[in-house]
């Protein structure tokens, strides 16, 4: 899927009313349905097969400018229930900031936000904040650990 198609499933997606109103900054808002780490979740999109066919599919979504550990590295299990604990089941804001939009393993690579108390609040900014992960560029190869 070329950034286009991922557009227009967007697009279609919220007209089918899958994911949230629009808001001022965000690409779209849609529920988190699992965590696979601490910076990899998943979510339901629509795939659009024709004008008048689309299905819901799930997609994998990756956290922009954050590299938390591996399965079987020392904080991986820390950092993924934070991370479950945080957006699991709940509905985020996903905006797309970076000139990739999905990375090589098709995932989309995105910023997310959720609401505070009326504040909207970067979960990737508060990975980095608490030290937790390695910040990392996707326009460049991955960082040997």
């Given at each position: 899927m070329n950034n286009t198609e991922a557009v227009v499933v967007f697009l279609v997606a919220i007209l089918a009313g899958l994911f949230g109103p629009l808001k001022a900054g965000a690409d779209c808002d849609l529920r988190v349905q699992r965590v696979v780490d601490g910076d990899t979740f998943e979510a339901?999109?629509?795939a659009v097969v024709s004008s008048s066919k689309h299905f819901q599919e799930i997609s994998g979504f990756r956290l922009l400018g954050?590299?938390?550990p591996e399965r079987g590295e020392e904080d991986f299990e820390t950092e993924k229930v934070w991370l479950r604990d945080r957006i699991e089941g709940r509905d985020v804001e996903v905006r797309f900031s970076g000139q990739r939009k999905r990375d090589n393993f098709g995932r989309?690579?995105?910023?997310?936000y959720v609401c505070e108390n009326g504040r909207t609040v970067s979960v990737n900014r508060e990975i980095r904040g608490r030290g937790w992960g390695k910040?990392?560029?996707?326009?460049?190869?991955?960082?040997?650990?």
């Open positions: 339901r999109t629509v954050v590299d938390t989309f690579l995105v910023d997310i910040v990392w560029h996707h326009s460049k190869p991955k960082p040997s650990k």
